[in-house]
């Protein structure tokens, strides 16, 4: 049989409902699917493959899936550091937002956390950003895979002027995007202390009726919570639920504020939620009680947050601190283990963008979104279990190849869709800019 490509690796973690961990496997890769998954010695019997590629030494896992991010907030990483959120946002991030941010803003920075993904493993992302047709643009340009957030806020910015223009851009973003293989839309509406009622009720029935999913901010302080009771008399979630945007459309990101009650209803309406661990820490938000979630039966899944709060769009990072943090806030050291972490940072991210069918997992036609470490380094060795040492061990640089939809974008550590030096130097370009205004100022 032919296949265009064969990857064989040392060790294969599917991911799939039974995490089967495979050992001298291959997978077979035909028309950017994955046609097999047989033991090597039965592979190079089966297959006459195009290319076949040897990965000893290595394990090779489905792509990541980063499920929360503001991409072209790359160009903001380090800007304003150890500073709590509300100071962070409106003293520092929107003001300098509102001074900088256009069309070239975007495109240069989601493209240096294009390439800081990829180089991360990272196969698919969330976002949530300003002219999200050039995000979209960008991603696919690079052969990445994205959900693109069709952003609605109250105030007018340098992108819309009024709901009804949000609202008509990310329709027509929909609309141009439908039928393509590597870009999603999903609505992103930012917060409820940013989006009225009647923009939300719309984003729930503009969700229902085109089945996108919905991607906003949530709980993620004590303040969002108090602040909300002073001025309404109501949680930000009973209001979300009230306006109908509790669903299985929905990816709550953050979450650190839930009573037993809330947990329950989402739960009870498949809603799911996007825990960024690293982003909590760092702007001191608070903690997602994310053993309780599981113990509830919602699904969590894994995102960085923007470059300016994280400061990095490292997802394998972030897996390690999602199990390291649990276990504190639970008290118990069985919660989230490594391979619960992996399942956080694929499938459940998957689910959460209404991918799973298409992604997440290394099964029988899906799409080949692969990613390869080498697991040979000092620091990964020896090896009892290739989860363990991908969780709690491995760092970036052990991203060696990766493939999505098929198509080879990281080839032995090296980005082959995109410039590198270029995207460094646009980089430091803005930066100088942005530095030289604000010491002016
Ligand atoms: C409407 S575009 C996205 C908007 O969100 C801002 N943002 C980035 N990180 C966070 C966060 O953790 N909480 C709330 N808002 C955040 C970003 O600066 C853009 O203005
Ligand atoms: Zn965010």
């Known amino acids: 049989m032919h296949a265009d490509l064969l990857i064989h690796a ?43 590629v040897e990965l000893p030494g290595h394990v090779l896992i489905p792509g990541l899936v980063n499920a929360h991010t503001h991409a072209a907030m790359s160009l903001l990483r380090g800007l304003a550091d150890d500073l709590p959120l509300m100071t962070w946002l409106h003293e520092h991030i929107w003001p300098t937002e509102q001074r900088w941010v256009d069309t070239q803003f975007v495109a240069d920075g989601t493209r240096l956390a294009v390439l800081e993904m990829l180089r991360g493993g990272v196969t698919c992302y969330n976002d949530m950003y300003f002219h999200p047709e050039i995000t979209a643009q960008v991603t696919a340009e690079a052969g990445m895979r994205a959900v693109i957030g069709m952003i ?17 851009k990310g329709l027509a973003l929909y609309e141009h995007y439908q039928h393509h293989p590597l870009i999603q839309l999903a609505w992103a509406p930012h917060a409820p202390y940013s989006v ?19 991607h906003i901010h949530l709980h993620e302080t004590a303040d969002e919570i108090n602040n909300a009771l002073r001025a309404h008399d109501e949680r930000p979630f009973a209001r979300l639920d009230r306006l109908g945007l509790i669903n299985p459309l929905l990816a709550a990101v953050h979450m650190t504020q839930l009573s037993d009650a809330e947990i329950a209803r989402l739960a009870e309406m498949g809603a799911i939620v996007v825990h960024c661990p690293e982003s909590n820490l760092k702007l001191a938000s608070g903690f997602c009680p994310v053993a309780k979630l599981f113990d509830a039966g919602v699904n969590v899944a894994l995102g960085t947050d923007g470059a300016a709060s994280n400061n990095d769009l490292n997802l394998l990072g972030e897996m390690r601190t999602a199990a390291l943090l649990a276990k504190g806030i639970a008290g118990s050291a069985s919660v989230v283990p490594a391979a619960d972490a ?15 069918d298409e992604i997440g997992s290394i099964e029988l036609g899906k799409s ?28 970036r640089h052990q991203v060696r190849q990766v493939w999505i939809r098929g198509q080879q974008v990281i080839r032995d550590g090296v980005a082959t869709t995109m410039r590198v030096p270029e995207i460094l130097a646009e980089a430091q370009v803005w930066a100088a800019r942005i530095g030289a205004a604000s010491v002016r100022e």
Not at 11 to 36: M, P
Not at 196 to 214: F, M, Y
Not at 344 to 350: D, E, F, P, Q, S
């Open 10 to 52: 040392e060790w294969i973690l599917t991911v799939d409902a039974d995490n089967r961990q495979l050992t001298d496997h291959a997978v077979a890769v035909t028309d950017g699917r994955i046609q097999a998954i047989l033991p090597y010695d039965d592979a190079r019997r089966t297959f006459q493959a195009a290319q076949t």
């Open 152 to 168: 609605v806020v109250d105030f007018p910015t340098g992108y819309a002027a009024s709901a009804d223009e949000y609202f008509a």
């Open 196 to 214: 009225s009622d009647a923009p939300l009720q719309r984003v729930a029935e503009l969700a229902t009726a085109l089945q996108v999913p919905i």
């Open 342 to 356: 992996l399942r956080m940072a694929t499938i459940n991210g998957a689910r959460a963008l209404g991918l799973a």
């Open 368 to 395: 080949a979104d692969l990613v390869a470490l080498d697991l040979r380094d000092p620091h990964t060795q020896p090896l009892y279990h290739p989860v363990s040492q991908l969780v709690y061990a491995a760092g």
